[in-house]
């Protein structure tokens, strides 16, 4: 059984920075993709940033220049480095990855940003 767990989210004060991780375990980490996502109370879960096996990366437009995400496959945890945080990107993340068709996600994290 796939499980993500997530960590990092707190609040934070805009401009400020935090670091996402999320654990996979359950599954080989290294030849798939993972997927950053996040959801603002009362809007549609969208994508903020995706990294494939290869380590080639894309980013939402609205994060693009302040968020990184990256992996670190011996460790089975893929990260999202987030700096200058704006009150807009306060939501609850989450990461997700996918097996023979299958998406599985993690709890989310809370990330709130304060004006």
């Known amino acids: 059984q796939v499980q993500l767990v997530e960590s990092g989210g707190g609040l934070v004060q805009a401009g400020g920075s935090l670091r996402l991780s999320c654990l996979v375990s359950?599954?080989?980490?290294?030849?798939?993709?993972m997927v950053w996502y996040r959801q603002a109370p009362g809007k549609q879960r969208e994508l903020v940033a995706h990294?494939?096996?290869?380590?080639?990366?894309t980013y939402a437009d609205s994060v693009k220049g302040r968020f990184t995400i990256s992996r670190d496959n011996a460790k089975n945890t893929v990260y999202l480095q987030m700096n200058n945080l704006i009150p807009e990107d306060t939501a609850v993340y989450y990461c997700?990855?996918?097996?023979?068709?299958?998406?599985?996600w993690g709890q989310g994290t809370q990330v709130t940003v304060s004006s």
């Open positions: 359950g599954s080989t980490f290294s030849i798939y993709a």
């Open positions: 997700k990855t996918a097996r023979y068709g299958i998406d599985y």
């Open positions: 990294i494939s096996s290869g380590g080639t990366t």
